[in-house]
C-alpha cells in the first residue's frame, strides 16, 4: 500500500484518514519532542525498528479505553499488601525496566525501545508531560509503565512486569488515577500496553483524531494535572 516518505525538516503530518489499511501512514522525518508531540495532537504514534525509517501510524478503530465508563474488572483480584504502587518517583528506571523486556538482543524488532526515544521521553517527562506508574515489592522495582499526558489524553507506551501480577497494578492504579482526575481517553497504541483481560474500546479513526485535536486546541496552554 501507498504511504507518504517524509523529510527531516517537515513540519506537518498528512492527514490521518490517508493510513493505509494496516494503519500505515507515513515513513521517515526526523524525531524531536516537537515531532512527537505534534504525532500525538493529530492522532498518530510512531513505531519502528531501531535500524530502520521511523514509522507513523493511525490505525482504524484505534484502541482506547473510554474513562468516564470503563469499570474494573472484577476478576482483578492481585493481592497487592505485598506490593508498593507510586507514580513520578522513579521515571527513567520505569524506561530501564522496559528496555531490559523489550530489547532481546537478536530480536530487534519494533518494541525496542532506543536510547533516543528514551532521552526523548526523559525531555518529555523534565517538561512535566511523560509520567510513570512503579510497582514495588520490598523496595525493589518489579513493574511499572509509562506514557505522555495531554490535557484530558494519556497515550499509553511501555508496560512491563518482572513479577507476577506488578502490571496489573500498574494499570489498575493508572486508570484509577486518570479517572479521578477526569481524563477522557487511555490511547493503547501499543502492543507494548496491553494486559490482557481488559475489555478495550474500539473507537473509529476520525473521531478519535477529532478528539485529539480539539484536546490540543483546548489545553494548549494548560498543564497536565497526573
Known amino acids: 500500500m501507498p504511504y507518504f516518505e517524509l523529510k527531516k525538516d517537515d513540519k506537518n503530518f498528512p492527514p490521518a484518514y490517508f493510513a493505509d489499511i494496516e494503519g500505515l501512514l507515513a515513513v521517515g522525518g526526523g524525531m524531536s519532542v516537537e515531532r512527537l508531540m505534534l504525532a500525538y495532537n493529530n492522532g498518530i504514534f510512531y513505531w519502528h525498528y531501531p535500524l530502520k525509517h521511523i514509522k507513523w501510524w493511525s490505525p482504524d478503530p484505534r484502541i482506547v479505553i473510554r474513562l468516564d465508563s470503563f469499570k474494573m474488572p472484577e476478576e482483578w483480584r492481585v493481592d497487592d499488601k505485598e506490593f508498593k504502587v507510586t507514580a513520578d518517583t522513579a521515571f527513567e528506571e ?63 507506551e511501555y508496560l512491563f512486569s518482572i513479577v507476577p501480577g506488578a502490571d496489573e497494578l500498574a494499570v489498575r492504579h493508572l486508570i484509577r488515577r486518570l479517572k479521578n482526575r477526569e481524563y477522557r481517553l487511555l490511547d493503547m497504541q501499543k502492543q507494548t500496553f496491553f494486559l490482557p483481560g481488559i475489555e478495550y474500546d474500539e473507537m473509529p479513526r476520525l473521531e478519535y483524531v477529532d478528539i485529539c485535536k480539539d484536546n490540543a486546541s483546548k489545553y494548549k496552554d494548560v498543564p497536565s494535572v497526573f
Open 94 to 156: 520505569v524506561l530501564r525496566g522496559c528496555q531490559q523486556i523489550y530489547n532481546v538482543d537478536g530480536q530487534m524488532d519494533n518494541r525496542w525501545l532506543t536510547e533516543r526515544m528514551l532521552r526523548i521521553f526523559l525531555e518529555l517527562h523534565a517538561k512535566g508531560l511523560a509520567h510513570s506508574v512503579e510497582v514495588r515489592n520490598n523496595g525493589k522495582l518489579v513493574g511499572g509503565l509509562f506514557g505522555v499526558a495531554i490535557g484530558k489524553l494519556f497515550f499509553g
